[in-house]
């Protein structure tokens, strides 16, 4: 249980990381379109990010079944 709690905390980091960076780039390099479509590929990843810690979350706290 342990293992799973740390894997949503990294994906939570990893996700907030990546939407700083991804706002940051979209706010100091808006003229340019590399940066855009950088800061879109970024805002995408953000969001796996937060999904995939969501599943984790879940999985962790639903009822294990043991129709043994």
């Given at each position: 249980m342990v293992k799973?709690?740390?894997n949503v905390v990294l994906l939570k980091v990893?996700?907030?990381c990546e939407?700083?960076?991804a706002l940051a780039m979209l706010y100091?390099?808006?003229?340019d379109i590399p940066a855009i479509i950088g800061g879109v590929i970024l805002l995408g990843l953000s969001a796996n990010s937060f999904i995939q810690a969501h599943k984790?979350?879940?999985r962790q706290?639903?009822?294990i079944d043991n129709d043994d």
């Open positions: 799973r709690t740390e990893i996700g907030s939407l700083i960076v100091f390099f808006h003229e984790c979350y879940k706290y639903r009822p």
